[in-house]
């Protein structure tokens, strides 16, 4: 596949969380690159961006708790949670940015217990 994710887990409120994803080097190196999630019974959503220069865009949801990074040497893209909340469960996937996306991963599981 082109995206890999990983990282998931169960973790309590208020607890942290990093995922990461690993890319082909033809998703990583030019394109901005997106974290999503998806929730039971709802659409995927875009969660954060993070240019090729490291410029980064949230959901006003996460916005001052999660954190979006790339790593080139490693072309890994990472998503570090902290102050999480039960309704930041969700199945977390890589992709570029929307309208640009390429086939999906399998996702990674994150739950946050109450």
């Known amino acids: 596949g082109q995206v890999v994710e990983s990282g998931g887990g169960l973790v309590q409120t208020g607890g942290s969380l990093r995922l990461s994803c690993e890319a082909s080097?033809?998703?990583?190196?030019?394109?901005?690159l997106a974290w999503y999630r998806q929730a039971p019974g709802k659409q995927r959503e875009l969660v954060a961006s993070?240019?090729?220069?490291?410029?980064?865009v949230y959901a006003d949801s996460v916005k001052g708790r999660f954190t979006i990074s790339r790593d080139s040497a490693k072309n890994t893209v990472y998503l570090m949670m902290n102050s999480l909340k039960p309704e930041d469960s969700a199945v977390y996937y890589c992709?570029?940015?929307?309208?640009?996306?390429?086939?999906w991963g399998q996702g990674t599981q994150h739950t946050v217990s109450y």
């Open positions: 992709n570029k940015e929307p309208g640009k996306t390429v086939s």
């Open positions: 080097i033809m998703v990583f190196r030019f394109d901005t």
């Open positions: 993070v240019t090729t220069y490291g410029a980064a």
